[in-house]
């Protein structure tokens, strides 16, 4: 199975600042990959689709980037409505598997 | 409005059954590809099982596999997990999840609400 490390396990930022999380496969995934976020008590929700690509109404503040086995996840400005757990999830071969997620808190 | 809504969770005794449903509404059901993912207390997100559009293709997790069967009714626009065998460890909550496309695309753009299962004596 692929594995995927996701780090940090968990983060805290001020409003405004730049917040990065990283996601490795444990081998060459290709851009398969998927990021997600979960607020409290609440479904995930999907945001980055094929490691870069935008979902449909997610603000332009979030971005994705990588291929092969490092992927990086970016909010560049954060905003208090962003506190929640990030999921990154593979979907190579025929497999699935999610990051152990990335708990992110307004300092 | 795109919406999945599940029912069906509750507390189970070790060994015993549960079938978990999923309602569709507000997008062509029989169209896409759905899943079940699940999250155990306090955990991450655990992908359990996948069926095709049309119900000809079924995908399992190793965890679930051979315990757990996954079904759909196209004319219900409804979705089901059936679960035997239950053991502690399946205790979490059960999301349904829409996939982009009909086959095995696995990329979840739309998910239910979730249900509890706890399986507990």
Same mark, same amino acid.
């Given at each position: 199975d692929i594995q995927m490390t996701q780090s940090p396990s968990s983060l805290s930022a001020s409003v405004g600042d730049r917040v990065t999380i990283t996601c490795q496969a &444990?081998? !060459?995934? &290709?851009?398969y990959l998927n990021w997600y976020q979960q607020k409290p008590g609440k479904a995930p929700k999907l945001l980055?689709? !094929?490691?870069s690509n935008l979902e449909t109404g997610v603000p332009s503040r979030f971005s994705g980037s990588g291929s092969g086995t490092d992927f990086t996840f970016t909010i560049s400005s954060l905003q208090p409505e962003d506190i929640a757990t990030y999921y990154c999830q593979q979907y190579d071969n025929l497999s699935i598997t999610f990051g152990q997620g990335t708990r992110l808190e307004i300092k | 409005q795109v919406q999945l809504v599940e029912s069906g969770g509750g507390v189970v005794q070790p060994g015993g059954s549960l079938r978990l449903s999923c309602a569709a509404s507000? %997008?062509? %059901?029989?169209s896409y590809g759905m899943h079940w993912v699940r999250q155990a207390p306090g955990k991450g997100l655990e992908w359990v099982a996948f069926i095709r559009y049309d119900g000809s293709n079924k995908y399992y997790a190793d965890s679930v596999k051979g315990r757990f069967t996954i079904s759909r009714d196209n004319s219900k626009n409804t979705l089901y997990l059936q679960m035997n065998s239950l053991r502690a460890e399946d205790t979490a909550v059960y999301y349904c999840a829409k996939d982009i496309y009909g086959d095995y695309a696995r990329t979840f753009d739309i998910w239910g609400q979730g249900t509890m299962v706890t399986v507990s004596s």
């Open positions: &444990s081998q !060459d995934i &290709s851009n980055i689709y !094929d490691a | 507000g %997008f062509t %059901f029989s």
